[in-house]
């Protein structure tokens, strides 16, 4: 059965201007157009495919992505991959509208938002890489320094702790570190064949973040909570601060724990 255009939106629930809209769009393509008059006509069949559009768009789900539910074999599966994704965006958006009210409040409350810890760390013979690197190629250029670091370590008795970045400058839009990638080994001695340092037996004053806490510019709260901590116990900066990677990253889902952020001190 065929109905008019204004009879299927008031039926959908839908505006013209919208059933416009997706039919440019594809989502909802008239069943007949006339090729004189270009009225428009739907089959009652295709009201639940309208009513689950204008649903999926109070969730405000993005045409692009409306489309893949409606287009899909198993649409349940489609929409639930999507709101995982959603759900993740929003935790992450949550945690950067809680760093911002740090920043505004001057960091009122910061230090109730996180627990500082205290560990003692051994002397430790590292495998490095160095590079001055400005935050939007951080994470790229860490990546691949992780993973070069971790292979060579392979020839030196493998790896024998988590790896850590050193942040010995400021990173960010305009400032470049530098930031050192650091991977302990199980040797006893530096080797003189690669860029190679013993680091020194610390103490660390430490957080520990899940894997939505770790997004810039975010996990900037976590370096202030730190610093906040020592001043507040009356020690001291003994180094520069660090993030130490021991989770396993990519099988780590956004509320799993999986670095640190860490400041030596005495």
């Known amino acids: 059965m065929l109905v008019t255009r204004g009879e299927f939106a008031r039926r ?109 760390v051994p002397e430790q013979v590292v495998l490095t890489e160095q590079r001055h690197v400005l935050q939007p190629e951080l994470v790229d250029w860490m990546v691949g320094a992780m993973t070069r670091v971790e292979k060579a370590a392979g020839e030196f008795g493998g790896v024998s702790d988590a790896p850590f970045a050193i942040y010995h400058g400021e990173v960010n839009e305009d400032s470049d570190g530098p930031v050192e990638v650091c991977m302990p080994i199980t040797a006893q001695r530096a080797p003189s064949t690669v860029p190679a340092r013993v680091e020194p037996a610390r103490r660390e004053a430490y957080v520990r973040l899940k894997k939505r806490e770790v997004e810039y510019p975010q996990i900037l709260s976590a370096y202030d909570a730190v610093a906040e901590w020592i001043k507040e116990q009356g020690l001291a900066e003994a180094g520069s601060p660090r993030e130490v990677y021991w989770g396993d990253w990519d099988s780590a889902g956004p509320d799993d724990e999986v670095c640190d952020v860490a400041y030596p001190v005495k």
């Open 12 to 120: 959908s629930r839908l505006s013209l201007k919208a059933l416009r809209l997706y039919e440019r769009q594809g989502l909802l393509r008239p069943a007949t157009v006339d090729p004189f008059n270009g009225y428009r006509r739907y089959h009652v069949d295709q009201l639940a495919d309208a009513r689950l559009v204008a649903l999926l768009r109070r969730l405000d789900m993005p045409l692009a992505e409306v489309a893949r539910v409606v287009a899909a074999a198993d649409r349940a599966a489609v929409l639930a991959a999507y709101w995982e994704r959603a759900e993740q965006r929003f935790a992450v958006q949550r945690d950067l509208a809680a760093h911002l009210h740090f920043v505004l409040t001057g960091g009122k409350g910061l230090l109730e938002m996180y627990e500082v810890q205290v560990r003692d």
